[in-house]
């Protein structure tokens, strides 16, 4: 049985199917590079896996994935496959062994953790010479037009509904605190050529319009829907571009964690 852990900032187990339907989809060079840091390809860490869609990523470098998510509904939407096993389980305390994990992965996730019990727990689960990576991405670009409408509904319409941690991600991590050896990265995007319909339903996973629905009745997204169709045109699909940003570095597990806000 499923055990979900009753105290985290749940912003998304609500949309867990249509987050596994809507989100961009990672690049597997981007996990190729991941896994040629590290000396041994035997156990990954997915930490807040989501829908799974990393750790499947990650399946394709590692003999095994360990995909933890704090939200047992997210856990249900997850993708299946052979070498990953999913696991309800916060961040902070994942229940893995101890030096077990050569990588620990973090997509779109490590904004919302205690860093402290967390980076914590990252050095008791890792090997040596293992490696953390938190990564996530920025606002897509679809053409001017698109993208000043998106502007405007970002900051304007459900601006005040982000939740605060959304800033480390406007500040693409580089305020982060992360007391690690740091790598240098490489410059990566996700690249998707999706329809108008898939964009409106990608739009209605963002927690601010969770929050928007919540306090107001209504939806958002209906606000700009009409625009962005206009905008749109008749072109079936649009080439959707994210900026990746990331922070990756050794753990060196021997060392001890010092407090870091």
């Not at 390809?41 to 997915?46: I, L, P, S, V």
């Not at 003999?63 to 990953?84: G, K």
């Not at 749109?232 to 806000?261: C, Q, S």
């Amino acid at each position: 049985m499923l055990e979900a852990h009753p105290i985290f900032q749940d912003h998304f187990s609500d949309r867990a199917e249509r987050y596994a339907r809507y989100r961009p989809v990672y690049p597997p060079p981007f996990f190729r590079w991941l896994a040629s840091l590290v000396v041994r390809r035997d156990t990954a860490w997915d930490c807040a896996t989501g829908n799974g869609q990393a750790a499947v990523g990650l399946a394709a470098f590692f003999d095994r994935v360990m995909a933890t998510d704090a939200s047992e509904e997210q856990i249900r939407y997850a993708q299946l496959h052979d070498r990953v096993r999913y696991r309800v389980a916060p961040a902070e305390s994942c229940g893995l062994p101890d030096r077990s994990v050569d990588l620990v992965s973090v997509a779109a996730g490590i904004h919302w953790f205690d860093f402290d019990a967390f980076y914590c727990e990252v050095h008791r689960v890792t090997r040596p010479g293992a490696v953390l990576a938190a990564y996530a991405y920025d606002l897509f670009e679809a053409g001017p037009d698109i993208d000043r409408i998106i502007a405007h509904f970002y900051t304007k319409v459900v601006g005040p509904y982000w939740p605060k941690q959304r800033a480390w991600v406007e500040e693409r991590y580089r305020t982060l605190p992360f007391p690690f050896q740091e790598l240098a990265a490489p410059e990566l995007t996700m690249q998707h050529d999706w329809t108008l319909e898939r964009l409106i339903g990608y739009l209605g996973t963002w927690s601010s319009v969770r929050k928007y629905r919540e306090a107001t009745g209504t939806d958002p997204v209906e606000i700009v829907r009409a625009d962005l169709a206009l905008a749109w045109g008749t072109a079936p699909t649009r080439r959707l571009v994210w900026p990746l940003f990331m922070r990756v570095g050794y753990v060196h597990p021997d060392n001890e964690v010092k407090h870091v806000i």
